[in-house]
């Protein structure tokens, strides 16, 4: 499967843990994205990575997450002292912005890591 | 802030029915649209998108959708839903602006349930 992978798929954290999910795009995609989908809601965007920086957050993006893509590869997600409220679906997306036309905002996702804070 | 309202939260049809999905998003400026669907325990998944030109785009499994600028709208249509179109469907937009990062606003889906 060459498509988006995440990791884990499925992770239950008690309160005040800290959490990392991993986000493995297509090959060679230099854009990455991370949305957030909580239940009965589109996803929200959280931040943006063109290859290893990060050019854009949302402002829903706490200082208690970081994210990070060492080397425009891969990329984590790290979410410190969970809260309950942080419960939702964790996407991740690619595109290829490389892509000299408009097909480069076509972006790829992934199956998603769902949190659940208890 | 840019947004993007769906009207219908859920929708159930008889198989062979016709389908419309409203779609409105508020931005002044040049958009790009998409429609994602995402099936029963599956990842989301391009249904159809517009960037520029003919406003009327077809996308798989036989859905197109109309972009009126005038009414800041790309309604998703199908003329004969399946039982297999049961589903969620999100309509989202990137704004088109200078140092656009892609990034894309949804809106908050439609639930479509098809009846065998």
């Known amino acids: 499967d060459t498509g988006v992978s995440q990791d884990p798929r499925h992770k239950i954290t008690k309160r005040g843990q800290n959490v990392t999910f991993r986000c493995d795009p297509i090959?060679?995609?230099?854009?990455l994205y991370w949305y957030r989908q909580t239940l009965g809601q589109g996803p929200e965007f959280l931040t943006y990575?063109?290859?290893?920086?990060?050019?854009?957050k949302s402002r829903l993006l706490s200082d208690r997450f970081s994210a990070e893509r060492p080397k425009g590869s891969f990329s984590t997600l790290e979410i410190q002292r969970t809260e309950q409220g942080d419960s939702a679906m964790y996407l991740c997306?690619?595109?290829?912005?490389?892509?000299?036309?408009?097909?480069?905002?076509?972006?790829?996702f992934g199956p998603g890591t769902r949190l659940t804070v208890t | 802030a840019q947004s993007v309202s769906q009207h219908n939260h859920h929708v159930i049809l008889s198989e062979a029915a016709s389908l419309e999905l409203g779609c409105n998003y508020s931005y002044g400026g040049t958009v790009n649209l998409f429609w994602y669907v995402q099936y029963p325990g599956q990842h989301l998944q391009l249904l159809l998108k517009y960037f520029s030109g003919d406003p009327l785009v077809k996308g798989i499994k036989g859905f197109e959708a109309e972009f009126i600028k005038s009414k800041f709208s790309f309604n998703l249509r199908k003329p004969s839903v399946q039982w297999s179109d049961t589903a969620e469907y999100f309509c989202a937009v990137n704004a088109k602006w200078r140092g656009n990062t892609g990034k894309l606003i949804f809106g908050q889906g439609t639930t479509l349930q098809v009846k065998p």
């Open positions: 090959s060679e995609h230099n854009r």
């Open positions: 990575f063109q290859n290893e920086a990060q050019l854009e």
């Open positions: 997306a690619s595109s290829d912005q490389k892509l000299r036309d408009r097909e480069s905002y076509e972006q790829y």
